[in-house]
């Protein structure tokens, strides 16, 4: 009886094991092996783009489009159209779901005029780029159109904007010249206004100058004094400059509020940017510029002002480098320090301003700048000083204008002067 009841309940566990537990274990084995079939279905575009979707949803508004980065970032060298792609949904997000306020719109904007700069720049030849540059139905403008026309007029009532759309009117408005005109002549005008702070700048340039030789001897006086004797120098280097009245950090305050400057070109010119994408300047925007020629990853030549142009970023190179050795050294060893400074610094903001993708327009408005700079340096440091170099080398006293006045001892000798004439003193009666 017993065995019969035990080989019952033993039929009985195995009927269960059977039909209840064994579909169990193999349903969970499998959920690790094969996908299920909406999953398996899936596009491998629709998998690059499930979770930004899904951030989307949570209103996850910046993990969102930095996920439509990560995307674009990691199919860039495999799938062209599909990181293409990434940064043409990005930039919908921004400027239709991104948020409902006026900051968040604005915001958007920028975001995606950010992104979409990259996929025309980065991806010009796919599907994505293609869809944002042609027209809406009906023949309304396209996606960048309308992006770019909806930041203009929010960026319009802004006097930064109408300073820079103002002088683009009084140089005829014309996209094959004016921008780059326009550009040239508020370099022109941003240095006549700091212009009497350049002139106090290269005054105290001059004064320095005037002082190395006597620093110099006071310095090679304490060339082998112990480290405690070295705070006694630069009491005395100081006591030096306030005997002549000179003061050594008078060429800093003007740099310092030249700063001011250059924040406000810069950001006038970042509000203006989109409309200098209608801008042409000599081979910017050409038929020259349609070439394919790269360097460093990017066009060698602008399509128009908006964009990076490498020639024109090589001679603002130069001109830096041009400046930078226009400032006269003491001696042989600070002079070649400052060459050496001068590559270097011209050199680090060519490779920045291709690492940032700054527009040509920026870079145009630098190198008039530097331009300027170069004839200014020219004429108030560097040929006064070799001017009187020269003088001092020939034994000639500069005049009021720096050029060399013969000294009388430099008179021919022999000729004696003639006796001074002496009146007769009168008798007193």
């Not at 990560?70 to 779901?97: H, M, P, Q, T, W």
């Not at 060698?300 to 226009?326: C, Q």
């Not at 006269?328 to 680090?348: E, H, K, R, V």
Request: hydrophobic share 40%.
């Amino acid at each position: 009886m017993h065995f019969r009841l035990r080989t019952a309940i033993a039929l009985a566990a195995i009927v269960l094991f059977s039909v209840f537990l064994v579909p169990a274990i193999r349903a969970q084995d499998g959920a690790g092996q094969n996908p299920p079939v909406e999953q398996s279905a899936q596009s491998p575009e629709d998998r690059a783009f499930a979770k930004a979707l899904q951030l989307e949803r949570d209103n996850r508004r910046m993990e969102a489009l930095n996920e439509y980065r990560d995307v674009s970032n990691r199919f860039r060298g495999k799938d062209s159209e599909l990181a293409g792609e990434a940064l043409y949904r990005g930039g919908i997000y921004a400027i239709e779901r991104y948020g409902t306020s006026e900051v968040e719109r604005r915001n958007g904007q920028d975001y995606a005029l950010d992104m979409w700069r990259q996929l025309q720049r980065n991806f010009p030849d796919t599907r994505a780029t293609k869809k944002l540059t042609a027209p809406g139905p009906a023949g309304e403008p396209s996606r960048w159109e309308q992006l770019s026309n909806g930041i203009l007029k929010r960026n319009s009532p802004d006097i930064r904007y109408q300073i820079m759309h103002g002088l683009v009117a009084m140089t005829g408005s014309q996209p094959a010249f004016s921008y780059g005109l326009a550009l040239i002549l508020l370099a022109v005008l941003v240095k006549l206004i700091l212009w009497p702070l350049t002139k106090k700048q290269y005054a105290s340039m001059r004064e320095m100058q005037r002082m190395q030789p006597m620093v110099k001897t006071l310095q090679a006086k304490y060339k082998d004094a112990p480290p405690d004797k070295k705070v006694e120098l630069n009491q005395k280097v100081m006591e030096l400059y306030k005997e002549h009245g000179v003061n050594p950090f008078a060429g800093c305050v003007p740099m310092l509020m030249m700063l001011p400057f250059f924040f406000l070109v810069f950001t006038m010119i970042q509000l203006y940017e989109l409309a200098f994408s209608k801008g042409q300047f000599l081979w910017i925007g050409s038929p020259l510029s349609l070439s394919e020629s790269k360097f460093l990853g990017h066009n060698l030549f602008g399509r128009s002002l908006a964009d990076p142009d490498i020639p024109l970023l090589a001679m603002y190179a130069v001109s830096n480098y041009v400046t930078m050795r226009l400032t006269p050294a003491t001696d042989p060893q600070q002079q070649q320090q400052q060459n050496t400074m001068a590559l270097m610094m011209s050199g680090f903001f060519f490779f920045m301003f291709i690492s940032y993708s700054w527009p040509s327009a920026f870079v145009l408005y630098w190198l008039a700048l530097n331009l300027i700079s170069i004839w200014q340096q020219y004429e108030f440091v560097y040929k006064p000083h070799v001017e009187k170099k020269k003088t001092e080398s020939t034994g000639a006293t500069p005049g009021p204008n720096g050029a060399g006045v013969e000294p009388e001892e430099a008179k021919p000798i022999g000729q004696p002067k003639p006796p001074a004439r002496v009146r007769p003193r009168k008798k007193k009666r």
